[in-house]
């Protein structure tokens, strides 16, 4: 559960740092993202109930990259290699 509420602290963080830095209002971001006003604001607080693609939407708006990491999968590939 440890990755859960690392999540849950550091999207929220996220989120407002790279919307402040890139001078956007919450309702600018929101329309850069194609979503309600209300979903950055919720999101910034740390509710965690967005739908995936909503949260890829708003993160696309901000230039940021998820980038995921699976031992298990790595490895399988390093063995086909």
Do not use: C, W, Y
């Not at 859960?4 to 830095?21: C, N, S």
């Not at 209002?25 to 993202?33: D, I, V």
């Not at 979503?35 to 939407?57: A, N, P, S, Y």
């Amino acid at each position: 559960m440890k990755s859960i509420d690392k999540f849950k602290k550091e999207i929220p963080e996220l989120v407002r740092v790279h919307r402040k830095k890139s001078a956007l209002s919450q309702a600018a971001l929101a329309k850069l993202a194609g979503v309600g006003k209300t979903v950055i604001f919720d999101l910034e607080h740390g509710k965690m109930t967005i739908q995936l693609d909503t949260l890829l939407r708003i993160l696309d708006a901000l230039n940021i990259e998820i980038r995921f990491f699976s031992p298990l999968l790595q490895a399988m590939k390093e063995t086909h290699e």
